[in-house]
C-alpha cells in the first residue's frame, strides 16, 4: 500500500532492508528500446537547447573551426553521466542526496538545490517556445485583449504554465507522462531534421563539417574568425543533456535499485513512499552483483547510444550542416544571422525553405514542443527534486511529505514564470546560466568519482579511464571559466552597460 513518505528513523529502517537485485533488462536492440526513458528526456533537453539555439548560428557564420570540442564535451559527459547512472542504479538514489555523504556534511545537497534555482527557475527554453507557438498559430496576446501592452507571445506562456502544473497536477506518476512525452519528441526530432539535412545539403557540406568535428580545419586554419570565444566555450558544453540530474530518471525508470524507490504522484492520487537513504542488496553475493553489473552495461549502452552516439553526435551534426547548407548562403550575402525572435524558429525557416511551406510549419511546430517540452524537466528535476531531495536527506521537512515541498515548489516557481518570461534576462544572470553547466560538469565530476570510490563494493568502483576522464572535465571546465572571466567578461560587461571597451 502507498504511504507518506518518509524521513528520520522511519526512513533509516527501510535502508536497512536487503533488497533483490531485479532480473535486467537483456543487453539487445530490445533491451535497449525498453531503457530508452532516461536518455529520451536527457536527449530532448539537449536537443531543445545549444542544437536548435547555437550551432545553426554557429554555422550560419561558417565558422565550424572549434566543433571538436563538442566531441570533447561529449566523451567527458559520457563518463560523468555513466558514473552517475552507476550509483543510482547500485543505490536507488540520486547523485544530489548522496552529496550528503561528503564533506561538509548536509552543505551540498542545499548547494545544489540553490544553484538549480537560481540557474533554472528562469523559464528560458519557455521563453523560445512561446515565440514558436504564436508564429505557429498566428494568435497573439493582442487577439485575445486588444490594446494589451504585454508582450504578443505571452498568451502562450500563460497557457503553456498552465500546462506544466495540469500534468503534473494530475499525472498518476510524473515520470510516466515526461518518459513518453520525449520519446515521442525524440523520434519527430530525427526524422525532421535528417530529411530537412538530406534534402538541404551537397556532399560538401557534410565533409566541411565533418572536418570541423576531427579538428582538423582548426589544425589547419586556426582559431575561426567571427566565432565569439563565448560561442567557443558554449560549443565545449554542447551537447549539454542533464549531467547529473539523469540519476532522478535513472531511479524513477525503475532501473537497479530504483525499483524499490518511491515515485512522485500526481495530487489526486496516494502519495507512495519515498526515502532518501541507500536502498541496500546483498554485494558480497556473486550472483546479485552479476546481475547489477548488467543492469550498468545496460544504462551504459543507453547512454551511449541514445545520448552520446545520436544526441551528441549525429543529431549535432545534422543541424550544423543544415545550417551551413542554407544558412550560411544568406550570411554571405547580409552578412547577417538569426537574432532575437528568430534565433529559436531558424531550423523551421531553413525546413520551410527547403521542403516548403508546410514542412516549415511542421518543424515549427516540433522545435515548439521541443522547447516547451524541456522545461518540464527544468521544473520536475532540476528544480522541484533537486530541492525537495535536499530537505529529504538534510531531515529540514518541517513534519511534512516529500510531494508536499515537491508540488509547493514547482508551483511556486511555475507561478514566478508568469512574470519572468515577461522580462529580458538580466545580462549577469545570462551569462552566469551560460556558464553554469561547465561549472557544475567539473564539481559533479569531482564528486562522483568520491561516492562512487568510497559508496559502492569495490567491483563497481571508477575505472582508471572514467578516473582520468573526470579529472580532465574538472580541470579544463575550470581553467575554461577563469580564461573566460579573464579574456571574455570584461569586455562583454562593457557592451552590455554601453561603454567603448
Excluded at 496516494?270 to 546483498?282: G, H, V
Aim: aromatic fraction near 14%.
Amino acid at each position: 500500500m502507498a504511504e507518506m513518505a518518509q524521513y528520520g528513523p522511519e526512513a533509516e529502517i527501510d535502508a536497512r532492508e536487503i533488497h533483490k537485485v531485479p532480473d535486467p533488462f537483456p543487453l539487445t536492440l530490445a533491451g535497449m528500446l525498453a531503457m530508452v526513458g532516461p536518455q529520451a528526456v536527457n536527449f530532448g533537453i539537449s536537443i531543445g537547447g545549444g542544437e536548435a539555439y547555437l550551432l545553426p548560428n554557429v554555422a550560419a557564420r561558417g565558422t565550424l573551426g572549434m566543433h571538436w570540442l563538442m566531441l570533447v564535451s561529449v566523451v567527458i559527459e559520457t563518463a560523468l553521466v555513466y558514473e552517475c547512472i552507476k550509483y543510482s542504479v547500485c543505490t536507488g538514489r540520486s547523485f544530489f542526496s548522496a552529496t550528503n555523504e561528503l564533506k561538509p556534511f548536509g552543505f551540498w545537497p542545499w548547494f545544489w538545490a540553490v544553484a538549480a534555482v537560481l540557474t533554472y527557475a528562469w523559464p528560458a527554453w519557455m521563453g523560445g517556445a512561446i515565440v514558436a507557438a504564436q508564429r505557429f498559430t498566428g494568435l497573439s496576446t493582442q487577439t485575445l485583449v486588444p490594446g494589451s501592452t504585454l508582450p504578443p507571445p505571452y498568451v502562450w506562456a500563460v497557457i503553456a504554465l498552465a500546462l506544466v502544473l495540469i500534468v503534473f497536477y494530475f499525472s498518476d506518476r510524473t515520470w510516466v507522462f515526461l518518459e513518453k512525452f520525449f520519446t515521442i519528441i525524440m523520434v519527430a526530432n530525427i526524422v525532421l531534421v535528417l530529411l530537412v539535412t538530406v534534402v538541404a545539403a551537397r556532399p560538401e557540406h557534410y565533409l566541411t563539417v565533418l572536418l570541423g568535428y576531427m579538428g582538423i580545419t582548426f589544425l589547419t586554419q586556426g582559431y575561426p574568425q567571427g566565432l565569439p570565444l563565448t560561442d567557443a566555450l558554449a560549443l565545449y558544453n554542447q551537447p549539454g543533456g542533464s549531467l547529473m540530474w539523469v540519476s532522478f530518471w535513472v531511479v524513477a525508470a525503475g532501473w537497479g535499485m530504483g525499483r524499490y524507490a518511491g515515485q512522485v504522484t500526481g495530487v489526486f492520487k496516494p502519495p507512495e513512499k519515498i526515502t532518501a537513504q541507500e536502498l541496500r542488496w546483498d554485494d558480497q553475493d556473486p550472483a546479485e552483483r552479476a546481475k547489477m553489473q548488467r543492469w550498468i552495461k545496460g544504462g551504459a549502452y543507453s547512454l551511449i547510444l541514445w545520448w552520446a552516439v545520436i544526441g551528441g553526435f549525429l543529431m549535432t551534426y545534422l543541424y550544423s550542416v543544415a545550417g551551413l547548407a542554407y544558412l550560411h548562403p544568406q550570411f554571405l550575402q547580409t552578412g547577417q544571422v538569426p537574432s532575437g525572435v528568430e534565433v529559436p524558429i531558424q531550423m523551421a525557416t531553413v525546413a520551410g525553405g527547403v521542403l516548403g511551406q508546410m514542412a516549415g510549419w511542421l518543424m515549427l511546430l516540433v522545435i515548439m514542443v521541443t522547447l516547451y517540452d524541456a522545461q518540464f524537466p527544468f521544473y520536475d528535476t532540476y528544480i522541484g527534486r533537486t530541492t525537495t531531495d535536499a530537505m529529504a536527506v538534510t531531515g529540514k521537512t518541517a513534519g511534512k511529505s516529500y510531494r508536499f515541498w515537491y508540488f509547493a515548489i514547482v508551483t511556486t516557481v511555475v507561478v514566478l514564470g508568469l512574470y519572468l518570461v515577461t522580462v529580458a534576462q538580466p545580462f549577469i544572470l545570462w551569462t552566469g546560466v551560460a556558464l553554469a553547466s561547465i561549472v557544475y560538469r567539473s564539481i559533479g565530476s569531482l564528486q562522483i568519482i568520491q561516492l562512487n570510490n568510497t559508496r559502492l563494493h569495490p567491483e563497481f568502483r571508477v575505472s582508471k579511464l572514467n578516473f582520468w576522464l573526470l579529472w580532465f572535465s574538472v580541470v579544463s571546465g575550470l581553467l575554461s571559466i577563469v580564461g573566460w572571466l579573464i579574456l571574455v567578461f570584461p569586455g562583454e560587461a562593457c557592451k552590455q552597460a554601453g561603454f567603448l571597451c
